[in-house]
């Protein structure tokens, strides 16, 4: 079986979240199956993002151009093999020559561009896949366009296609005459309402109607987006396709998440012998300038600083958590209000509260490691990665029980003593300050369920290499 990745980015080449780090590992662990699975991606091609290292092994393959709509687009066509996986790259300097990976004016014309040019340039990679595996609504367009406008080609006849849904919120909206202004194609698709959404071109419905399969990364999300609560408009939709959704919670790279050889640590530590972990916390308390305590509960976050991921909930009641035994270290940036309010009270509470806000590989890791709770109250996650990062690193999550967060996440039972982390229902302030002391009574009276509590979360298999094989389901399943 051959499977074609098509994604707006991909580690460790370039990444702004979980849509990155999900096509670095996932083709790579699908690579290592066998002789019976070739695995390749596609990429734009950031040269302002991509380290030197990389950039010294790409090796040039052809060139072409696209037309998109009237206008006529060189592509460069680059290549670097590595784990077995092939990642092709392509090139346009007004395109992808930018800073950033998002954010501009013209994103539905640049991802119009990378569509297009995938869909034409297959045949001439060598590399005609029978699974083409589309993320979000940067591709979602590809399903649409092998089925309307390149269906001449028979080549393409027999590949089907997957669409996963990171971030239903994100949805690749654009005006109706960028059929024609963009894609080159005739107007009808989008009057009879197939393509259509809210009198706009809608990027990510189109994708869902016309992909083989649309998966999501959990089960959990796969059945709140089709509720209005969480469908973000496109519920309907999904309820109309149900037949083809699934949910697949994500993994995480074991390679890179190892408490026993993480690199970004200095101390290392293991279930068996958590020594390290102590020393990790000592030191976390003295880079961030809070004192060093190691009886004292240590609260972790590591996030983009949005109402999303459920910050302005906290900040409700940092003055009830602060008044309480504990220090918080923070890491992250977002919005300027929620930025600005963890600011107030780290300065506030100096000797309880250190907010960093900014983006430090090596303190996330620090953070992960070092800490006794990992704070992650999000209004709605997809899957959410750092819950299971934190549990690899012995550090219990305290999440709202929502999307991915309940499906890895099991709540501590204080009858039973079960669980890997705390969970709470209720998205208010006073459930998650219940929630957050439900955690300290542990921390501070119950040395024994905290110590197997931890060493659980530790045990949890979140390696890629079972969701694979559940990938691999969902492909043959096509066929």
């Not at 707006?8 to 002789?35: H, I, N, Q, R, Y």
């Not at 459920?310 to 992250?332: A, P, T």
């Not at 506030?348 to 992650?376: G, N, R, T």
């Not at 929630?435 to 979360?457: C, F, G, P, S, W």
Request: glycine share 8%; net charge negative.
């Amino acid at each position: 079986m051959k499977v074609l990745f098509a994604s707006s980015e991909c580690a460790p080449f370039f990444k702004t979240g979980g849509l990155g780090d999900v096509t670095g590992a996932l083709p790579k662990v699908l690579a290592m199956k066998g002789s019976d699975m070739q695995v390749a991606v596609i990429l734009p091609y950031y040269k302002h993002g991509i380290a030197e290292s990389y950039k010294a092994q790409i090796k040039d393959e052809f060139w072409d151009y696209v037309n998109v709509g009237w206008r006529h687009e060189y592509v460069g066509v680059k290549s670097l093999v590595q784990d077995n996986v092939k990642y092709y790259f392509l090139d346009n300097e007004s395109y992808f020559g930018r800073g950033e990976i998002y954010g501009y004016e013209d994103d539905g014309e640049r991802w119009a561009f990378f569509s297009l040019a995938i869909v034409q340039l297959m045949e001439r990679l060598e590399f005609i896949p029978d699974v083409l595996h589309v993320n979000d609504c940067h591709t979602a367009m590809i399903p649409f366009l092998l089925k309307e406008k390149f269906q001449w080609i028979d080549a393409y006849k027999d590949i089907k296609t997957v669409l996963t849904i990171h971030n239903i919120e994100f949805q690749g909206i654009m005006q109706g005459t960028a059929l024609t202004e963009l894609f080159g194609m005739g107007m009808e698709r989008y009057f009879e309402g197939v393509v259509r959404h809210n009198e706009m071109l809608n990027s990510l419905k189109t994708g869902i109607l016309y992909a083989d399969r649309v998966n999501t990364v959990s089960p959990s999300y796969a059945q709140e987006i089709q509720t209005s609560e969480f469908g973000c408009g496109l519920d309907s939709v999904l309820r109309f396709v149900s037949d083809k959704l699934v949910g697949i919670v994500n993994g995480i790279d074991y390679d890179v998440y190892n408490p026993q050889n993480d690199r970004m640590i200095e101390h290392h530590f293991s279930p068996s012998d958590l020594s390290g972990k102590k020393k990790m916390k000592r030191l976390l308390q003295e880079r961030v300038g809070l004192p060093r305590d190691a009886d004292k509960p240590l609260l972790g976050i590591v996030s983009r600083l949005t109402t999303q991921k459920g910050f302005h909930l906290v900040l409700e009641r940092m003055d009830e958590i602060l008044s309480k035994d504990v220090q918080i270290v923070l890491l992250g940036t977002g919005y300027d209000d929620i930025e600005n309010g963890f600011k107030y009270f780290s300065e506030k509470y100096p000797e309880k509260c250190a907010a960093i806000i900014s983006f430090d590989v090596k303190l996330a890791q620090e953070i992960y490691a070092a800490s006794d709770f990992f704070l992650m109250p999000s209004a709605f996650e997809p899957c959410g990665l750092s819950q299971m990062i934190a549990m690899r690193y012995g550090t219990l999550p305290i999440v709202h029980e929502i999307g991915g967060l309940r499906d890895t996440v099991k709540p501590y039972n204080p009858q039973t003593n079960e669980g890997t982390g705390f969970g709470f229902v209720d998205f208010t302030g006073q459930i998650l300050i219940n929630t957050i002391n439900q955690a300290l009574d542990v921390y501070e009276n119950q040395k024994e369920v905290l110590q197997k509590l931890r060493l659980r979360a530790m045990e949890e298999d979140f390696s890629w290499k079972t969701k694979a094989d559940q990938y691999i389901q969902l492909y043959r399943e096509m066929f």
